[in-house]
């Protein structure tokens, strides 16, 4: 037996954390971006271009009518008015701050409780087996006992992100810490150093790269929770926009909140591909040039 | 430097009744060893004799079943792999652990010793292997050690590195007067660096031999081959 985490299906973990020996994937892709040419990005910016133009021209000849799907000019003319109004920043404050809450905190406790665990098989023993049978639990399941205990106020969305976030991290701090070469703890113990300064310099370092990963992919499981907690009961944010929306049939302003929830999405990972940058600078698959 | 310890101010190490096991199995069995201050020795036994084991001992890595270690100070060792931390810049690998003001200044000169002087913000992904382990060799004897300990440092390096090595490690230690144990496998290694050589053999020092004062080699090739247990003289049927 040793020290793996049992039941680690997380796909992305396996693709994108920091092995010894890099994974075909991570390595083909490495390889494949370098080499997308400047005329190769137009190329693929062309099929969404498109798709846009034919969506807004068939829009602007009435076959789709605008219940079903409302033309892009609509959707950004009702952004403008939105945001000239206040509201949609209002809501969308209102969201990011849900999300960056129940981020912190469930993000804390997946730390903490993975560090503890990565460090110590007493405290695997312990704790271990409760986190794992928690995790088997698709969370959002659990969204109707959850209204039960907080009602639909803050305390029921920040639970739902908090447990979503908590499991990733969780589990990628575990593993970054089982994953440290021993023999770099022996060299620390070598040279002098206390635990406390073992931690610091070779132990966080050496488990980042799995945490990053965990980061990354609990920021999307926020986002996700968010979405479905704010849809079932919400007096503010961008779930109670669209909620309120389909109450008076504003199709554009659903389809608005739609792609605001995946622009976030898609800043939430370009963040997090940064901080892999910036912090993984010496990691051969992460950092780029030779120089920090 | 207390009156009592004058012998030890002397010593880079002693080692008396030294024991240590693997359950019931003995690895060194109640092992003496002295090594003076600036004495460099080279410790030779085949696979399993209990070197390695006897070096960990000494780096305070293993706990010792029995016997006693007397080393003023920290001891510094040299693996054989590099053991550089890949997250940190070379200053930073070879101040891991230092004690004491400016340590990226002393990390430098550290660096200049080993031929590395220009380096000190590269990371260790971008170095060859017998760079990596100079720089290691640095992060040891920037520590200022007593004593010493190379667990075959040089094994995994080519040839002609490890020649270079040779050199170098001579040098650092005549310059900085460290007591040196250098376990190795590599005969004629020991002969070109050791001022002494102990063959190691079933837990105890089985022999040992001194450089003459002239500098001269501790002992003969063929001599040490044979009471490593392999025969030189090649018998053609």
């Known amino acids: ?292 | 430097m207390s009156p009592t310890s004058v012998t030890s101010s002397e010593n880079a190490v002693t080692v008396s009744g030294l024991t240590r096991a693997y359950g019931p199995r003995v690895v060194i069995d109640r092992l003496d060893l002295r090594i003076g201050r600036g004495e460099f020795v080279a410790l030779l036994g085949e696979s399993g004799c209990g070197k390695t084991t006897l070096l960990r001992a000494l780096a305070g890595l293993d706990p010792i079943q029995g016997g006693h270690i007397d080393a003023p100070g920290r001891p510094a060792v040299v693996f054989q792999e590099h053991r550089l931390l890949p997250w940190d810049t070379l200053w930073q690998n070879v101040s891991l652990g230092l004690p004491g003001a400016d340590p990226r200044k002393r990390a430098a000169a550290a660096l200049v010793e080993v031929g590395l002087g220009d380096r000190l913000d590269d990371w260790p992904r971008n170095l060859s292997g017998g760079q990596a382990q100079r720089v290691a060799l640095a992060r040891a004897l920037v520590q200022e050690p007593r004593l010493l300990l190379l667990d075959e440092p040089f094994a995994a390096l080519d040839a002609l590195t490890r020649i270079r090595m040779h050199v170098l490690v001579k040098e650092l230690v005549a310059r900085h007067q460290p007591g040196v144990l250098l376990v190795t496998h590599d005969v004629d290694e020991a002969i070109a660096l050791a001022d002494r050589i102990l063959v190691m053999r079933n837990g105890v020092i089985a022999s040992q031999h001194r450089a003459d004062t002239h500098g001269g080699p501790a002992a003969s090739r063929d001599q040490l081959l044979r009471e490593l247990g392999v025969a030189t003289n090649l018998q053609v049927a």
């Open chain 1, 1 to 292: 037996m040793d020290g793996r985490v049992s039941n680690v299906d997380y796909v992305i973990q396996q693709e994108y954390r920091a092995p010894a020996t890099p994974t075909p994937a991570r390595n083909a892709s490495a390889i494949a971006k370098p080499g997308l040419k400047p005329n190769l990005i137009v190329l693929s910016w062309i099929a969404p271009v498109v798709l846009i133009v034919v969506w807004e021209a068939l829009a602007q000849a009435g076959w789709l009518s605008p219940q079903v799907l409302p033309a892009p000019s609509k959707v950004l003319r009702t952004a403008w008015k939105l945001t000239l109004s206040g509201s949609l920043l209002n809501d969308l404050g209102v969201s990011l701050l849900r999300a960056a809450a129940g981020f912190a905190i469930g993000g804390s406790i997946g730390f903490i409780l993975g560090t503890l665990v990565g460090f110590s098989r007493i405290a695997e023993a312990l704790i271990d087996r409760s986190v794992q049978m928690i995790r088997a639990i698709p969370f959002l399941a659990l969204v109707p006992l959850v209204i039960v205990w907080f009602g639909v106020g803050e305390g029921q969305k920040i639970f739902l992100v908090s447990l979503g976030v908590a499991f990733p991290i969780y589990i990628n701090t575990t593993l970054g810490i089982r994953q440290i070469d021993p023999k770099l703890i022996e060299l620390g113990r070598v040279q002098g150093l206390s635990t406390l300064q073992l931690i610091r310099r070779i132990i966080l370092p050496g488990a980042l790269p799995s945490i990053l990963t965990g980061v990354r992919y609990s920021l999307a499981t926020a986002w996700l929770a968010l979405v479905v907690a704010e849809t079932v009961g919400a007096q503010s944010g961008l779930g109670f926009l669209a909620m309120d929306a389909r109450e008076f049939l504003r199709t554009d302003v659903i389809v608005l909140t739609i792609v605001i929830y995946a622009l976030i999405g898609v800043a939430a990972d370009s963040i997090a591909r940064l901080l892999e940058r910036k912090l993984l600078a010496w990691h051969p698959n992460y950092g780029k040039g030779t120089r920090s």
